[in-house]
């Protein structure tokens, strides 16, 4: 038998917008509330389509994993959350990304980019501080929103960090280099810097992929107690790590979102003959 990767061709004839959608809440009935729709997204750098006719609802107050080979998607789907494609000429967006409940259309020309990076922050796969202070590091993005009394900065970047579960490892050198912090504490710091300006959601691309095993194990704990206060979406190629953290996932393929729900449906009785492929390490 072949190893090689299975064509899209398998995937289901496309439905019209509504059936995608009422497709796409069935596996997320039981979620109380749902807090970002995306919706017909397509997206492409240049003349490339990189994402295809995607449809995703977000429940609240969960964690969503994005899995799937290299190449997929996945990373592109999470930039989109935070218009990080804005970045460079010629990328383009086609359907919505829909913030709940306000109805904002996170794509929408009308929206600052800059605005979105502060609602919707972002952790990267390699730790990525500041050459500034601890202390600076995570009050940079309130800096930027003119928090200026030091005292609601001081009592901002003590949350974010205890958010983080890094408080109790830094609280005696916030005025020290946060580039002389070991990687763990490097990304954990990166991850209170996200949640300092209280984004709606929280978008951790690979979060763990350059930790050892214990600072890995550190950022889990952190994502389970996370998900209280806040909504995350997480690409990972860990998928005994989407199966820890995970209340949802979604698996893709070729720019194309093959199939998503419980996080226990996803692994224990996939629905589409290219997740079980993917999962049982037959391709990707």
């Not at 109805?103 to 972002?122: C, H, Y």
């Not at 390699?126 to 500034?132: A, D, I, S």
């Not at 050198?173 to 991850?191: D, E, F, I, M, Y």
Request: charged share 20%.
């Amino acid at each position: 038998m072949s190893n090689a990767a299975p064509a899209l061709t398998h995937l289901a004839p496309m439905a019209t917008r509504a059936s995608r959608l009422a497709a796409a809440r069935t596996d997320y009935a039981a979620s109380e509330s749902i807090k970002a729709e995306v919706r017909d997204l397509n997206f492409f750098y240049g003349q490339r389509q990189a994402l295809k006719n995607v449809n995703l609802p977000i429940p609240e107050r969960t964690v969503t994993a994005l899995i799937g080979p290299s190449g997929c998607g996945k990373s592109t789907l999470l930039r989109c959350f935070n218009r990080m494609h804005d970045l460079y000429p010629g990328n383009r967006y086609e359907g919505e990304i829909v913030l709940q409940p306000s109805g904002l259309n996170i794509l929408s020309p009308q929206v600052d980019p800059m605005e979105m990076r502060l609602r919707t922050g972002m952790v990267f796969q390699k730790p990525n501080p500041f050459p500034k202070s601890i202390f600076d590091n995570v009050a940079y993005g309130l800096r930027l929103r003119f928090v200026r009394q030091r005292s609601i900065l001081q009592e901002r970047v003590e949350k974010a960090l205890r958010a983080a579960a890094l408080w109790d490892e830094v609280k005696d050198r916030l005025h020290h280099s946060a580039v002389k912090l070991s990687g763990g504490q490097q990304q954990r710091l990166c991850v209170a810097r996200a949640l300092a300006t209280d984004p709606e959601i929280l978008l951790l691309d690979e979060p763990t992929s350059a930790l050892d095993p214990i600072a890995t194990s550190k950022i889990e704990d952190m994502i389970f107690a996370l998900k209280e206060e806040v909504t995350i979406l997480i690409v990972t190629h860990n998928m005994e790590q989407a199966a820890r953290v995970a209340d949802f996932t979604g698996f893709m393929y070729l720019g194309a979102l093959v199939e998503h729900g419980a996080t226990s449906q996803i692994f224990q009785t996939p629905k589409n003959q290219l997740t079980e492929k993917y999962l049982t390490g037959s391709f990707g």
